[in-house]
T-cell receptor, first 111, second 113 residues
């Protein structure tokens, strides 16, 4: 059964450094998402992406964040200058219709 | 703004002891209500999608139901492997074709053998 995959599974970085989180959505899906979950809190929407452009972003998704689909399979989330409060699990999701299928997540720790 | 409230926050059951989890929601134009299971350190795993009041879906020991204001996830004769956090999420109609999900905090279910 096709699955969303994410790399790396864990990333530790220093405050102010850039990180790139990678996702491979399910191959025939056209809509892609990033969510984050701070430890002990709700899963929160960050951004949605369709047809090579952002279709909606939350207020969390400020100028430090960007997304890209560099080729036909990968979908990336870049944080330009990480802050301590960016420490969280980041989930990629994709969908064919209404239902979104999530990847296993990347645990990001900013020191 | 779409909102989702889940209760209880945590539930401890004995194996075989049936119960229900609640998800109350407010949304402008419900497109869909979703139940996911999340194991520690993992991503949400899709369980059910419900679209309209009165709809029910079943999978093994789980049954999800939907009214105009809330959804229930009924667990019949649970087993220890059903232990997980169960997440409820809604898609509202105000976001165009975006279909973003708004999640509740989840219910942490523990089933003791």
């Amino acid at each position: 059964e096709p699955e969303v995959t994410q790399t790396p599974s864990h990333q530790v970085t220093q405050m102010g450094q850039e990180v790139i989180l990678r996702c491979v959505p399910i191959s025939n899906h056209l809509y892609f998402y990033w969510y984050r979950q701070i430890l002990g809190q709700k899963v929160e929407f960050l951004v949605s992406f369709y047809n090579n452009e952002i279709s909606e972003k939350s207020e969390i998704f400020d100028d430090q964040f960007s997304v890209e689909r560099p080729d036909g399979s990968n979908f990336t989330l870049k944080i330009r200058s990480t802050k301590l409060e960016d420490s969280a699990m980041y989930f990629c999701a994709s969908r064919p219709q209404e239902t979104q299928y999530f990847g296993p997540g990347t645990r990001l720790l900013v020191l | 703004e779409d909102q989702v409230t889940q209760s209880p926050e945590a539930l401890r059951l004995q194996e075989g002891e049936s119960s229900s989890l609640n998800c109350s929601y407010t949304v402008s134009g419900l497109r869909g209500l979703f139940w996911y299971r999340q194991d520690p350190g993992k991503g949400p795993e899709f369980l059910f999608t419900l679209y309209s009041a009165g709809e029910e879906k079943e999978k093994e020991r789980l049954k999800a139901t939907l009214t105009k204001k809330e959804s229930f996830l009924h667990i019949t004769a649970p087993k220890p492997e059903d232990s997980a956090t169960y997440l409820c999420a809604v898609q509202g109609g105000s976001g165009g074709s975006n279909y973003k999900l708004t999640f509740g905090k989840g219910t942490l279910l523990t089933v003791n053998p």
